[in-house]
């Protein structure tokens, strides 16, 4: 029988297998990854240093990217508490209780992966605005959330919204009520079973949901800048600021916040499948 | 009788209620307010918004980007999932991070890349000029933009689900002397065209609504390469509403659509759809 695999050169690499493909599938796959993610990503690694060290380190350091940076990744830190606070509730609700309209408000949670981040963008702008639904009673009260950083925060909250309730919701659905109920009978208040035996089962998947829903906010771009008013050191996040220095030609300027951006969200992905394994390893 | 498990009344009631209110808040009324802010001068007006000849080509220029970038993915995640799923080799789990690695990217970072690569100051852009070839400001940066933010969707639905399902049905049709295409059509694509339409089903409505990384490489030039995303921007940079929220509440129609499939495909084909799904 003829078999592409076998005869190809990467075939030392691995265990013979009767399936062909293994040569054609291992060099499309290589190629395409290679042209449309590792090239484009090798730019962004060396464009940054024809500033040379000091030159990269000015650029990180001026008071505008500093400024644009904290706001990106203090407001991404902030709205992530809040999805993990209110996702566990929402997580927990969908999974344990039944009410009408559940299914709706099920497939709802999964709104902001689909809708296009501009249409949220502008649809948040326009709830928050002081004339609209949402603003005109807030004023009242005179909070301001459009062209605020609270603004960036509202829209931070939508975009990780998910990212914590559909990391929750399996973890409590495959919980089993056992050891709640053996707490329960031994005396444990409902609260000090949830506090003592149900929180510290989910911790982890929280750990995760809550990490994600940082890193998806931290370069969040389309649906931040309408609501955020964009004022410099006060409401503009790091992402724009890249597109700013595009605009005016300042390329290395611009690499060099991306590749900030970059290593910032690789550490988190990193912390996080290490925490992972410590955890898979404990048990 | 209840359960010592259970939560009591108040608590059910209030937890239903912050739940209700919390996504009624953040997903519901925005939601909303696309199609109120639409339709705030009657439905005439949006249809008219739709139809300027900016719109149109907004429109036709998503479609032909999704019509691009979503088969060429597929091809990929195809490629991608049979081998890994098929075979053993070494360097397999590096070959899985970097599949994933375009979700960890900002998308302003994933338009940004090629800049750096094609654009005027870029590694190729003076050849790519003395060569008259555009692909920064033109169609394909916007291509290749979208193709990197979309890049997983398809492998990543495919590659846990093929991983489950094991090679014994393919060597078995290969040892029965089958050739690999028939293999793969006869065998492996019954067993996951759901999962395979549900990566589609994910991958095209990201295509569709990009923005971040198609507003880097795209140069806003209207009629010419605005996509529908950046024509909602334009718009509305214009105070131009109606016109902007019309083209929004395409889009919007677009996310209800895929969330009615996802929904769909999750509860009818919930076992051939990959295992890291949830139900």
Redesign the interface.
Known sequence: MRSVAISSPFARLRNPSVLPGFGLTLGFTLFYLSAIVLLPLAALLLKPWALGWSGFVAAITDERVMAALKLSFGGAAIAAIVNAVFGTLVAWTLVRYRFPGKRFVDALVDLPFALPTAVAGIALSALYAQNGWLGEPLSLFGIKVAYTPAGVIVALIFIGLPFVVRTLQPVIADMSEDAEEAAATLGATRFQTLRRVVLPSLAPALVTGTGLAFARAVGEYGSVIFIAGNLPMKSEIAPLLIIIKLQQYDYEGAAAIGLVMLAASFCIILLLNLFQSLLSARR | MR???D??LF??AL??A???G??G???????L??FT?ALANGISAALDALGEPDSISAIKLTLLTAAIAVP?NL??GV??A??VS??????KSV?LS??D??F??????SG??????F?M???LGPWLRDHDIKIIFALPGIV?AT??VT?PFVARELIPLMTDQG?DE??AA??LGA??FQ??LRVTLPNIKWALLYGVL?CN?RA?????AV??VSGHIRGLTNT???H??VL?NDYQ?VG??AV?SL??L???V???L??LLEWRYAGEIAAVH?H
């Open positions: 359960k010592p498990a939560d009591s608590m059910r937890l239903i912050v739940t209700v919390y996504i808040l953040f997903l519901f009324l925005p939601l307010t696309v802010n060429l091809v990929f490629s991608a049979w081998l098929k075979y053993d080799f070494r360097g070959l970097l599949i690695l375009p960890s990217v900002s998308p302003v970072v940004l890349v090629y800049v750096l690569m654009g100051q870029g590694w290749l193709i990197f890049f090679r393919e060597e290969v040892t050739s690999g293999t793969f994910l409505a569709m609504g990009e923005f971040g507003s880097v529908m995303p950046l909602v921007e509305y509403y902007a929220f929004a889009l919007a677009l996310a209800i895929t969330l009615i996802k929904s949830r």
